[in-house]
């Protein structure tokens, strides 16, 4: 499978969120007051509640393929899932992945790539801030601005925003910005990056969704 920018564009589109099969585990503070007795069912979790903004049912569309699925824990409210594409695992092969898109109410967006197969490094861009990921480890960054070489530069003037592929036991996972999500989404050309400073703290917060995210993070050369 070829890595780059035209990756996804022949994967299986999805529409709809994906979402965390965990519960949050966090006490709220109890009423001083003894409940009232009732019969019915306990409220719905407030919006944004899930874990990488996503229900369960959804999460469950990723986890059914067998992997480590990682998202950022720590997506603001203001963002939701509006694209995801996947595909399985073949049977005795490395081919496979997903891509989830998030798209925020003023129109931000980001995406997180999982491939399960062998990698390329990204051409290098004029810009580059550390990632000190609890998950994945340290050495790892985030790419910005256009590309520093002149002829790529010429030919894709565009400002990027990516991440190192960041390696766990399943396979690379990264997150890319708004250049590489509108070539792909026709209905998303408006998208715009987060702020390089956000995207940093969106990779460092990547959870692993079938695991406890406070677990021991994957080996770096599986």
């Known amino acids: 499978m070829t890595i780059g920018i035209q990756l996804w564009a022949a994967l299986l589109l999805v529409s709809g969120l994906a979402a965390c099969d965990r519960a949050d585990t966090t006490s709220m503070p109890l009423d001083q007051a003894p ?4 019969t019915e069912g306990p409220p719905p979790p407030p919006e944004g509640a899930f874990l990488a903004q996503m229900p369960p049912d959804q999460t469950s569309q990723l986890t059914s393929l067998g992997i480590d699925v990682v998202l950022p824990g720590e997506v603001p409210p203001t963002f ?21 898109v998030y798209q925020s109410v003023t129109d931000q967006c ?16 004029e810009n580059r801030l550390p990632i000190e990921s609890p998950l994945f480890g340290e050495g790892y960054g985030l790419h910005y601005g256009p590309f520093a070489e002149a ?5 894709f003037p565009e400002s990027n925003l990516f991440t ?4 766990g036991p399943s396979g690379a996972y990264r997150l890319v910005g708004a ?3 509108v070539d792909l989404f026709e209905t998303l050309r ?21 695991a406890d995210p406070m677990g021991e993070p994957p080996d770096r050369n599986p």
Do not use: H, K, N
């Open 35 to 38: 409940a009232a007795p009732t």
């Open 80 to 100: 939701s899932v509006v694209e995801m594409r996947v595909e399985p695992l073949a049977t005795g092969t490395l081919d496979g992945g997903y891509l989830v």
């Open 110 to 125: 980001f995406a997180v790539e999982f491939f399960a197969g062998g990698i390329g490094d990204m051409p290098a861009t």
């Open 151 to 155: 002829d790529l530069q010429a030919q």
């Open 164 to 167: 190192d592929w960041m390696i």
């Open 179 to 181: 250049t590489y999500i």
């Open 190 to 210: 408006g998208c715009e990056d987060v702020a390089p400073e956000e995207a940093v703290a969106l990779a460092e917060s990547m959870t692993v969704l079938t």
